[in-house]
């Protein structure tokens, strides 16, 4: 069975740091590539970030680059999100997600989400 | 950057069909999929690539594309359908490269 766990959201201040981790399970980490992806409170999806199976190529959001660094542990099966110079804006519920194979693919598989609170 | 549209609500009363639409440029060479979120769940995939529906997807869930929007069709509403509905896509020459509509709060009557 695949799951995503998340882990690592707390209350920080504007300005701060904080690093997400996704435990993944249940499948060949290293063949697929993963993704976070936001929602802030009563708001819909935001896609922020991406990495491919073997970490050589990541992509990030406007509102994120330069501040957000994804990465990923293929000997421990662990995807992270470093995220740097915080707003208040950023304060949102963090979901790690995997895609299935093939060209554009789908979302197959979604954490259940940390929650990153950006106050003063 | 690539824009989904999609109308905030929709509302449909019990076994009638809902039609949740997903507008954007050319969206008939993209490959389109659903997800539904429940409140406090993370999303799940309802019909993926346009018109498949992923394993453990009830047959009312299917999906279409005609003109300038991709529309996910239920039928037979049931209440528990009652959640908010999301249309992503890939823009591999856009920034950002994934594309989320803003969403559709489906409303069981």
């Known amino acids: 069975e695949v799951q995503l766990v998340e882990s690592g959201g707390a209350g920080v201040q504007p300005g701060g740091s904080l690093r997400l981790s996704c435990a993944a399970s249940?499948?060949?980490?290293?063949?697929?590539?993963m993704h976070w992806v936001r929602q802030a409170p009563g708001k819909g999806l935001e896609w922020i970030s991406f990495i491919n199976s073997d970490g050589t190529d990541t992509y990030y959001a406007d509102s994120v680059d330069g501040r957000f660094t994804i990465s990923r542990d293929n000997s421990q099966n662990f995807l992270f999100l470093h995220m740097q110079n915080l707003r208040p804006g950023d304060t949102a519920l963090y979901f790690c997600a995997k895609v299935s194979s093939g060209y554009d693919p789908a979302f197959d598989y979604w954490g259940q989400g940390t929650l990153v609170t950006v106050s003063s | 950057s690539y824009v989904l549209t999609q109308p905030p609500s929709v509302s449909v009363a019990p076994g009638q069909t809902a039609r949740l639409t997903c507008e954007g440029d050319?969206?008939?060479?993209?490959?389109v999929h659903w997800y539904q979120q429940k409140p406090g769940q993370a999303p799940v995939g309802v019909v993926i690539?346009?018109?498949d529906r992923p394993s453990g997807i009830p047959e009312r869930f299917s999906g279409s594309k005609s003109g300038s929007a991709a529309t996910l069709i239920i039928s037979r509403v049931e209440a528990g359908d009652e959640a908010d509905y999301y249309c992503?896509?890939?823009?591999?020459?856009?920034?950002?490269?994934?594309?989320f509509g803003g969403g559709t709060k489906l409303t069981v009557l």
């Open positions: 050319n969206i008939r060479s993209k490959t």
């Open positions: 690539d346009d018109s």
């Open positions: 992503q896509m890939w823009d591999v020459t856009g920034a950002p490269p994934v594309v």
């Open positions: 249940g499948f060949t980490f290293d063949e697929y590539a």
